[in-house]
């Protein structure tokens, strides 16, 4: 039977490399009926809705998205459709894997990286409460509560215990928030008394940015609140090539929506330089996420294959191969 998934292409660069994802899924051999749901800056424009009812509405019926960039407005605007989409379904995990490639020359490429970040996804300072006080003064909420603190510690222990990950790390700024990030803190402190078997420790924010750059190889997986996880998985991304090469997910009790964390880039869209590595790799973990397991593995390996010959790669990771180029050098190594 076909898994029924929502595509959202989203604008820019988007259709470009969403549709690179889904020639990849089919080589793969995974039966996939897609439900296309338009969803970019002119149509919310038109409509004057973050998340188009269409949008919604097939997500409501698939459970399951695989979603390219939209274009967000910078101070001023209509609300990030990232946001308006994981509070509308409350996808509260945002689990952000970040891996080095083979063959991609990077600091810490010899090291080979492997971690991932579970970053709360639905409260925080993104949880859009501000206020004007009076001309020039204007307050914004953080805002943490005990039941999503809780429920983002146990996905992190649960996804060690279940991967055999050996340490469990939580950000905080509890020196300075005592009773916020402390509240995080102390959910973090009860989650991880379950877990025995698995190691955890906490960093200060800052000093967990200085340790990611200068050591890296000590984490295994990070735990944290929105905005610290919002920064720390793109400062840990640059450490393995940029957003262009990670995968990213947010998951929810009923549904999830995979998608490249990167920008719309709409500098290049249409030119045919995209890196549909991102939104591919998302793939990989929408096929886990549907229990393809074997699909998953051949498609992950055909990626790396491509990457450690290092024939075929786009300009932003040192190649002069177009996005067609690469993505039929990946189904390529998908034949079996």
Known sequence: ?????????GDGIGPEVSAAAVRALEAAGVAIEWELAECNEKLIKETGQSIPKTVIDSLERTRVGLKGPVTTPVAGGFQSVNVALRKRLDLYANVRPVRTLPGLRTRFADLKLDMIIFRENTEDLYSGIEHEVVNDVVTSLKVITRKASVRIARAAFEYARLHHRKKVTSVHKANIMKLSDGLFLKC??????????????????????????SKPMQFDVLVMPNLYGDIMSDLAAGLVGGLGVVPGANIGDSHAVFEAVHGSAPDIAGRGLANPTAIMMSSVMMLRHLHEMKAADRLQDAIETVYAEGRVLTPDVGGAATTEQFTSEVIAQLKP
Do not use: F, K
């Open 1 to 9: 039977m076909a898994h029924r998934i929502t595509l959202i292409p």
């Open 188 to 213: 973090c402190r009860e989650v991880g008394a379950e877990y025995p078997e698995i190691a955890y420790n906490e960093l200060i924010v800052d000093n967990a940015s200085m340790q990611m750059v």
